[in-house]
RNA sequence: GGCUCUAUGGUGAAGCGGCUUAACACAUCGCCCUUUCACGGCGACAUUCACGAGUUCGAAUCUCGUUAGAGUCACCA
């Protein structure tokens, strides 16, 4: 068999879309599983829709998911230029080639006069679809007035009967009726091809020989397979990708403010989770692993694994995954990520490598320990409504809010009245100890406590919890946020809550 | 509206005619562990595969129809 050639062929929009990014996995995925190659492409052939900056912006995100390919405009092949704006005087050889065979012809027609027989069309009521005039217009007469610098565009010729079919590797058989096919421009008219012509250029050009795209793309493949025989070219097998929902009638869409990768990355999701979740968006191995690197992906990545309906992104099953990433990274490696996040929220003096300790089973994803706004679709809302949620470790900037209530808790069996008494007794404790770096000792120091004292360790731990984070709950007990806020700050948030506590009482 | 695709729990899904009284994972809810939360451990969670016919000794699995959703019908990709 040929060696198999799959490629990646976005617009640069300056956007990378989940269902996107998952199209190009699948397609570096099924290349590299064969050993085959993995092309990058750029399809930039409307420039009303050219943005500054988008194809730098291509290539890293293609090299932090560690999609690399095998040949792209940054690196050339032999089937090059690999930007379609630079390849433009190829469509235009093989659109008069394709006029010739008889697969396309000229026309003439402005975009008024089709938008004026659209109109009446629908004024009738019926469903519009354009046939051209142009059709009749001999090839001779069209290249003379092409000469005498006539506007014109390329139009594909369609059979008025028959049927054209194929099969796709998701889907299987396919079959359309020639008739309920349209006769699409080839070549644009300021002489640049539309998507629907470059691709099937440039994937026989390139030696595509697996195309694989999104769904959307099912009900032109016909089309592009007419553009095929009339060449007398190989047709590629087709892998068409069910979409990535975001509810069951929703695709994700940058219009609705959805995710995109970038999105994630900001949000301090690790690239290797959010790959690995996108690869079980729409496949599913053999067995029940979940959690896999690239090469074992590559490995065990089958095309027929790949179900035909569309998956919805489930955020929530995203962050477990990335959560299971940062659980399973070596400390130092967590720690060194987390700390641009720190530094965003953090500018006193305590223990990091501590807190990091304590994070690292505790977060889904980093953008937590800054706070982040999250948007919440409710039930039959149209808009999401954005909720703040705050960040995880707040309470070693700032003070929070005193709340007496938090100092009850029925299974520690917990008062204000009782806390306040155990506050003292705490007070005394750490003052006299020095080793705030030590858990185990610090720990200890509470338990003996406890005992001394004839209670559970729960009636002292939890009033010392609340006095030194006025939080419910924290990442960590009160040894180790004692650990990371140091004697000094601690005993200060002591003495504050028990004066806190004092006035509440008397009040 | 025409054409095309899709249909297993809240979500991702396995299932490919008998081994299924439907795996596994997320979420949710219990319980255990425990100084809170989390981690970890244990357990609950579809008598049923959108619905209706048909084929078959036997169907989530095959066929047809219905319904619902999506895609497409641009000098966008």
Same mark, same amino acid.
Not at 69 to 81: A, F, I, N, S
Not at 156 to 174: K, L, M, N, R, Y
Not at 262 to 286: F, Q
């Given at each position: 068999?040929?060696?198999?050639?799959?490629?990646?062929? @976005? $617009?640069?929009?300056?956007?990378?879309?989940?269902?996107?990014?998952?199209?190009?996995?699948?397609?570096?995925?099924?290349?590299?599983?064969?050993?085959?190659?993995?092309?990058?492409?750029?399809?930039?052939?409307?420039?009303?829709?050219?943005?500054?900056?988008?194809?730098?912006?291509?290539?890293?995100? *293609?090299?932090?998911?560690? /999609?690399?390919?095998?040949?792209?405009?940054?690196?050339?092949?032999?089937?090059?230029?690999?930007?379609?704006?630079? %390849?433009?005087?190829?469509?235009?050889?093989?659109?008069?080639?394709?006029?010739?065979?008889?697969?396309?012809?000229?026309?003439?027609? $402005?975009?008024?006069?089709?938008?004026?027989?659209?109109?009446?069309?629908?004024?009738?009521?019926?469903?519009?679809?354009?046939?051209?005039? !142009?059709?009749?217009?001999?090839?001779?007469?069209?290249?003379?007035?092409?000469?005498?610098?006539?506007?014109?565009?390329?139009?594909?010729?369609?059979?008025?009967?028959?049927?054209?079919?194929?099969?796709?590797?998701?889907?299987?058989?396919?079959?359309?009726?020639?008739?309920?096919?349209?006769?699409?421009?080839?070549?644009?008219?300021?002489?640049?091809?539309?998507?629907?012509?470059?691709?099937?250029?440039?994937?026989?050009?390139?030696?595509?020989? !697996?195309?694989?795209?999104?769904?959307?793309?099912?009900?032109?493949?016909?089309?592009?397979?007419?553009?095929?025989?009339?060449?007398?070219?190989?047709?590629? &097998?087709?892998?068409? !990708?069910? @979409?990535?929902?975001?509810?069951?009638?929703?695709?994700? $869409?940058?219009?609705?403010?959805?995710?995109?990768?970038?999105?994630?990355?900001?949000?301090?999701?690790?690239?290797?989770?959010?790959?690995?979740?996108?690869?079980?968006?729409?496949?599913?191995?053999?067995?029940?692993?979940?959690?896999?690197?690239?090469?074992?992906?590559?490995?065990?990545?089958?095309?027929?694994?790949?179900?035909?309906?569309?998956?919805?992104?489930?955020?929530?099953?995203?962050?477990? &995954?990335?959560?299971?990433?940062?659980?399973?990274?070596?400390?130092?490696?967590?720690?060194?990520?987390?700390?641009?996040?720190?530094?965003?929220?953090?500018?006193?003096?305590?223990?990091?490598?501590? *807190?990091?300790?304590? /994070?690292?089973?505790?977060?889904?994803?980093?953008?937590?320990?800054?706070?982040?706004?999250?948007?919440?679709?409710?039930?039959?809302?149209?808009?999401?409504?954005?909720?703040?949620?705050?960040?995880?470790?707040?309470?070693?900037?700032?003070?929070?809010?005193?709340?007496?209530?938090?100092?009850?808790?029925?299974?520690?069996?917990?008062? @204000?009245?009782?806390?306040?008494?155990?506050?003292?007794?705490?007070?005394?404790?750490?003052?006299?100890?020095?080793?705030?770096?030590?858990?185990?000792?610090?720990?200890?120091?509470?338990?003996?406590?406890?005992?001394?004292?004839?209670?559970?360790?729960?009636?002292? &731990?939890? @009033?010392? %919890?609340?006095?030194?984070?006025?939080?419910?709950?924290?990442?960590?007990?009160?040894?180790?946020?004692?650990?990371?806020?140091?004697?000094?700050?601690?005993? %200060?948030?002591?003495?504050?809550?028990?004066?806190? *506590?004092?006035?509440?009482?008397?009040?």
């Amino acid at each position: 068999m040929k060696k198999i050639r799959t490629r990646f062929a @976005p $617009s640069p929009t300056g956007y990378m879309h989940i269902g996107n990014l998952r199209t190009a996995l699948f397609s570096y995925l099924i290349a590299k599983h064969d050993n085959g190659d993995f092309i990058l492409r750029i399809e930039d052939t409307d420039q009303n829709r050219e943005v500054k900056g988008a194809l730098n912006f291509i290539y890293s995100v *293609l090299k932090d998911t560690h /999609l690399e390919y095998d040949e792209g405009p940054d690196k050339p092949g032999k089937y090059g230029p690999y930007i379609q704006s630079e %390849r433009l005087p190829i469509y235009k050889e093989y659109a008069d080639k394709l006029v010739d065979l008889g697969g396309a012809h000229y026309c003439f027609c $402005s975009e008024e006069d089709i938008q004026a027989q659209r109109e009446a069309a629908e004024k009738k009521g019926k469903g519009f679809k354009f046939v051209d005039p !142009c059709h009749h217009i001999s090839v001779e007469e069209a290249r003379k007035r092409i000469a005498a610098g006539e506007k014109y565009v390329v139009r594909q010729t369609i059979p008025a009967e028959g049927i054209t079919s194929f099969d796709d590797a998701v889907h299987g058989h396919i079959e359309v009726e020639n008739s309920t096919l349209d006769e699409q421009i080839l070549l644009k008219s300021d002489g640049f091809p539309t998507y629907n012509f470059a691709n099937v250029i440039d994937d026989h050009l390139m030696e595509i020989n !697996c195309v694989i795209r999104g769904n959307e793309y099912i009900s032109s493949t016909p089309k592009y397979n007419l553009i095929y025989k009339a060449f007398n070219w190989d047709i590629p &097998m087709y892998v068409h !990708c069910p @979409p990535v929902m975001k509810s069951q009638t929703q695709k994700l $869409s940058k219009r609705n403010g959805d995710a995109s990768y970038n999105d994630l990355i900001e949000k301090g999701y690790i690239s290797d989770a959010i790959l690995n979740y996108l690869a079980l968006l729409g496949w599913a191995p053999e067995d029940n692993e979940e959690i896999f690197t690239m090469d074992e992906l590559i490995k065990r990545f089958k095309i027929e694994r790949i179900n035909a309906s569309p998956a919805i992104f489930d955020q929530d099953k995203l962050g477990w &995954m990335n959560g299971e990433y940062l659980k399973r990274m070596p400390l130092e490696k967590f720690h060194e990520l987390a700390m641009p996040w720190y530094k965003k929220v953090l500018t006193r003096d305590v223990d990091l490598r501590e *807190l990091s300790m304590l /994070l690292q089973t505790r977060i889904l994803f980093f953008a937590e320990i800054t706070g982040y706004d999250k948007k919440v679709l409710n039930e039959g809302a149209e808009e999401a409504t954005v909720e703040h949620v705050p960040s995880i470790v707040d309470f070693i900037e700032n003070t929070l809010e005193f709340n007496p209530e938090l100092y009850r808790h029925k299974k520690m069996k917990t008062t @204000p009245e009782n806390s306040l008494e155990a506050l003292y007794w705490v007070k005394e404790r750490m003052e006299a100890f020095d080793n705030y770096s030590d858990d185990e000792a610090l720990t200890q120091m509470f338990i003996d406590l406890a005992a001394e004292k004839g209670v559970k360790n729960g009636r002292v &731990m939890w @009033p010392a %919890r609340v006095a030194l984070s006025n939080k419910a709950s924290t990442p960590g007990g009160c040894a180790e946020i004692a650990h990371i806020l140091g004697k000094e700050e601690s005993l %200060r948030r002591i003495d504050q809550a028990i004066k806190d *506590l004092q006035n509440a009482l008397n009040a």
